[in-house]
């Protein structure tokens, strides 16, 4: 069984989160300071754009807007929740968006 994504025809995709294809978004308290651990697998045609939408990252202490990884490589992320909310974590990748690749992180009040 084939899947269409963007007008193409792909064979079976699926994207995870944590190792889960639903992840049950994390919850963090206000103020925090929380570290990711961004992990890229798949093919050599994998590339992927993470992204925290209202918060801003800094990666080895600089600012990051979208921090690329290339398929087998992993980078780290930190931000402080500093603004109470549910806020969109994705994949910037369009044929990853269509296939589910998102959560959101929930920072408390």
Request: overall charge positive; charged content about 20%; proline content about 7%.
């Amino acid at each position: 069984m084939n899947d269409v994504i963007g007008g193409a025809r792909v064979g079976r995709v699926r994207s995870v989160w944590e190792g889960y294809m639903y992840v049950r978004p994390p919850a963090v308290e206000r103020g925090a300071r929380v570290r990711l651990l961004l992990l890229a697998a798949g093919s050599e045609e994998g590339m992927h754009g993470p992204v925290l939408d209202g918060v801003p990252l800094t990666s080895a202490g600089r600012p990051v807007g979208v921090p690329g990884l290339m398929p087998f490589t992993a980078r780290v992320v930190e931000f402080r929740a500093e603004n109470a909310g549910a806020w969109p974590l994705y994949c910037a990748v369009t044929d990853h968006i269509a296939a589910g690749m998102r959560s959101r992180i929930i920072v408390g009040a």
